[in-house]
Structure formats: C-alpha cells, structure tokens
C-alpha cells in the first residue's frame, strides 16, 4: 500500500522499495538495499542516484551509504512537490482553455446573413480575393469602413484601397479580415462555404499572406 501511494508521487516501484528500506533499517550500502529490497544489482545505482537527485536520500562514505531523509522531512518535500504542481496547475489549465480554437462552417446564405453581419458591424475589412462576385460586392459596399480590397476585379467595392491581381480568376476563393480579430475564409464554386475563426494564429497567419501577396503586387 505504502509503495503505491509513494509511486502516485512520481516514485518507481524501486525507488519506493529501496525508500522504505532505508526508513526502516537505517543507513545502508547498494549491496545492502538491492538485497533487502529486491532490487537487480544492475540497477540500483541507477535507483540510488534518483533518489539522491529527488532530494529524498543522501550519500557519504566509501564504500558509498545511503541514508534517507526522516519520515517527516519526506512527508513535507512531497507536500511542497504537490503545493507547486498544483500551483502550477491553477496557473496553466486556463490558460489551454482560452487556446482552444473555435471554427464555426456556415453554407451557402447562412455565409451570405453572416457576412453581412461582419461587415456592419467592422470598422476595418481586409479581403483578399481571387474573383469578388457580384453578391459579395453589395455586401463589401454596404459598409463604410476602412477596406482594402485585393482582387481580380478590386474596382466592384467602392470606397477602398485597391490592389489588383496579376491575372484573372474564375474561381472566387479567398478570406477577409475583419478588425483584425476575427478572418473569415471563403470558398465559393458549387457552393458557398465560409469558415470563421477569432483564434490569434489564424488572424496573424491571414495577415501574413496579405502581405506577401501585396509584396508580389508592388
């Protein structure tokens, strides 16, 4: 039972064997502790030397002894080990739920209701798209934000700074930025599919490919 418990604290069933023989016969050489403990010769330096590394042992002598700390000096290094790691635990587990990534898909006019919803309510709207159809014109021009608007066809959204393409496009795929929070990505042939993320990664990410195609333009 003892063995256990003292596993659960991050302990091999050696280490917590060789542990409780110390405990309970006082100071002993490796020779000693392999034999009263069962351990492998082969093996219990190794086990020695990470007890030692765990602060829960000590060393002296030649031949080299073994001597572990008393059973309440173990009792309050384990109790700090677990106070840290649950301190540890309080800081960094909110931290991975506030990272977990939120995609929401939305099809065909859902991504139409959406879009206009995005539009209206930004104040800045980066799109970068191969072809701007004549639907998502209208909803690029009903707002009066600032936009920058790099196409095919730039000049179907009034009002932006407009950068063409080197070519035309007949596929009408591509994404757009809104307040730099939030991208949505576009994809548009048989079907119209919209995925949106607020997540940081992708944002920045979405930014840099703006820039890069840009960088091609200039």
């Given at each position: 039972?003892v063995v256990e418990?003292?596993?659960?604290f991050g302990?091999?069933e050696?280490e917590?064997k ?18 009263i403990?069962r351990?492998?010769?082969?093996s ?7 007890l030692?590394?765990?602060g829960?042992?000590e060393?002296f002598?030649?031949?080299l ?9 173990i009792?309050d290094l384990?109790s700090?080990?677990?106070?840290k790691?649950l301190e540890?635990?309080?800081r960094?587990?909110p ?6 990534e ?11 209701e959406k ?10 709207i980066?799109?970068?798209?191969t ?17 920058v608007v790099i196409s ?5 959204v ?5 950068y063409?393409?080197?070519?035309n496009f ?19 042939n048989?079907e ?17 490919l703006?820039d890069?195609?840009?960088e091609?333009?200039?």
């Amino acid at each position: 039972m003892v063995v256990e418990i003292l596993k659960s604290f991050g302990l091999s069933e050696y280490e917590a064997k060789a542990l409780l023989a110390l405990l309970s016969r006082g100071v002993l050489t490796a020779k000693e502790i392999s034999e009263i403990a069962r351990i492998p010769r082969t093996s219990v330096y190794d086990v020695m030397n990470s007890l030692v590394s765990k602060g829960l042992v000590e060393v002296f002598g030649k031949p080299l002894k073994f001597k572990a700390l008393s059973s309440d000096e173990i009792i309050d290094l384990l109790s700090k080990k677990v106070k840290k790691n649950l301190e540890i635990l309080r800081r960094e587990l909110p931290k991975i739920g506030e990272e977990i990534e939120e995609v929401k898909v939305y099809r065909n006019e859902v991504v139409v209701e959406k879009l206009k919803d995005l539009v209206v309510r930004s104040e800045s709207i980066v799109a970068l798209i191969t072809f701007i159809p004549r639907w998502l014109a209208e909803i690029l021009n009903m707002s009066n934000a600032r936009k920058v608007v790099i196409s095919s066809n730039p000049d179907v959204v009034k009002a932006s700074m407009r950068y063409r393409l080197w070519k035309n496009f007949n596929i009408s795929h591509g994404l757009i930025i809104f307040d730099n929070e939030r991208v949505i990505f576009i994809f548009m042939n048989d079907e119209k599919i919209g995925i949106l993320s607020e997540s940081f990664g992708a944002v920045q990410f979405s930014k840099m490919l703006v820039d890069s195609v840009l960088e091609v333009i200039d």
